[in-house]
């Protein structure tokens, strides 16, 4: 089940913060369609998209983006799987950050971190363990942030 | 009763080694003489796949070091049906695909679990089931030593299995589907088996080359999900099997091996086996 929350922000502009699953059962078109104006997507609390919801969700960013400005914000890890299969996948978006996979050699564990588009060259920032202090591995191939620069203008 | 024979067209002395060592507990012949069409099946590496250009019957290639990537290229490219990785389970893997081809019964997760056993069996009749399913599949995982994002993948992959599996048991009226799991020490495997049997190898193979394009091209409005299903249980697997017994029923089974970063095991060469029998009972 796919749900959304709302939240009109200062500028003028609407954040839409989904979250659940983007399947079979999702209702993108009810859940984004009747937003107006510019719109940030938030996916951070998506958990799961299926090949099914990835046609659903191109087919509503095309009509979503295709006159005015749609920013998505901390895309997470599987959200960026799919997004690196198809170059379309967000369309006319600006995707200006995601959540990726991070992990410490030292205490042996594994997070998400935001990193910023800006922040990614060619290769995924530094970023350091908040227990041991010391630098974290960037735990994905290098190729995995594509789909957040592809589209740097 | 006549042996079945392998011609081994390997480069490495110790994976040679290995393979021989399989082809005598699964009894099979070796026979590496050109242009015989008595060979039942090649085992190659994937590096001498040009060598093995005059083989008859199915082949097996091994492969080394490639990275998934490139593996999953040389699957789509060459349309290979049988892909092994060269690692710490070769031995077993390749096993399973040799007895599967010398005629053993295709279907089941013991093949592929030979150290463990049953976890569970569900059925699953809509997106409600499978979703209920996916989250004691995902807590098991959990309970396994699977770290979270690689249950994520693994989740990912057989959402993909059940979802095309409901979808044709719902189009011919045939009820509920089956979801099998299995496990063994660092190794999780989930069966997903549907009784419509109309899956073909060149479908899968076509979306997977179809599948990556869209990496460049993009996806078309109108294009079928089922390209990206398949890209994703390729891309998110320690192996993928896919039995098919032709207008009787279909098991779609995939594996994660655990143990691995998320790092190594996005970037581990996946196995892959398309079984189909043409003939059924």
């Known amino acids: 089940m796919l749900e959304r929350l709302i939240e009109k922000r200062p500028d003028g502009r609407t954040t839409v913060m989904l979250s659940g699953f983007i399947d079979e059962t999702a209702d993108l078109e009810a859940l984004l369609g009747d937003v107006e104006g510019e719109i940030a997507l938030d996916l951070s609390a998506v958990q799961r998209i299926n090949s099914i919801g990835a046609h659903r969700w191109i087919i509503t960013l095309a009509r979503l983006t295709a006159h005015r400005r749609v920013t998505v914000e901390a895309v997470p890890y ?11 996948f967000f369309a006319r978006a600006e995707v200006l950050s995601c959540l990726a996979p991070y992990a410490c050699a030292t205490c042996e564990t594994s997070t998400n971190l935001l990193i910023h588009r800006d922040e990614v060259s060619l290769r995924a920032p530094t970023r350091w363990c908040k227990r041991c202090k010391n630098e974290l591995v960037f735990d994905e191939l290098d190729g995995y942030l594509d789909f957040l620069v592809r589209n740097r203008s | 009763m006549t042996r079945s024979r392998a011609r081994v067209i390997v480069e490495e002395a110790a994976v040679a080694e290995r393979v021989a060592a399989v082809l005598d507990v699964a009894d099979f012949e070796r026979n590496d003489e050109r242009n015989d069409e008595r060979s ?15 083989s008859t019957g199915p082949m097996v290639v091994l492969c080394k070091g490639t990275g998934r990537r490139a ?27 040799l007895g599967k081809l010398a005629g053993a019964d295709l ?23 499978k979703a209920r399913i996916l989250r004691e599949i995902g807590a098991r995982a959990q309970r396994l030593g699977c770290p979270q994002l690689i249950a994520d993948l693994f989740l990912s992959a057989i959402d993909e299995m059940a ?23 660092g190794r999780f495997a989930v069966a997903v088996r549907d009784r419509v049997g109309q899956l073909r190898p060149e479908h899968v193979l076509g979306s997977l080359v179809r599948g990556g394009a869209q990496k460049a091209a993009g996806m078309a409005l109108d294009a079928s999900s089922a390209q990206l299903g398949f890209r994703i249980m390729f891309d998110t697997l320690s ?38 029998n043409e003939t059924p009972e």
């Open chain 1, 78 to 88: 599987s959200v960026g799987m799919q997004a690196n299969y198809v170059a379309n």
């Open chain 2, 40 to 54: 039942d099946v090649t085992i190659v590496s994937h590096g001498r796949l040009d060598q093995a250009g005059d």
């Open chain 2, 71 to 97: 593996a999953l290229e040389l699957i789509a490219s060459k349309a290979l049906r049988y892909m092994v990785p060269v690692d710490d389970r070769l031995e077993d893997a390749l096993l399973t695909i």
């Open chain 2, 163 to 185: 979802i095309n599996a409901i979808e044709r048991h719902i189009r011919a009226q045939l009820g509920p589907i089956e979801i099998v799991a299995a496990a063994e020490v």
């Open chain 2, 239 to 276: 192996t993928l099997a896919i039995n098919v017994e032709r207008g009787r029923r279909t098991e779609v089974i995939g594996v994660i091996d655990l143990g691995k970063s998320l790092r190594e095991y996005r970037d581990t060469v996946p196995g892959f086996g398309c079984f189909v």
């Open chain 2, 107 to 129: 279907f089941g997760l013991d093949r592929y679990v030979r150290h463990g056993g049953l976890l569970r069996t569900w059925t699953a009749e809509d997106s409600q089931a």
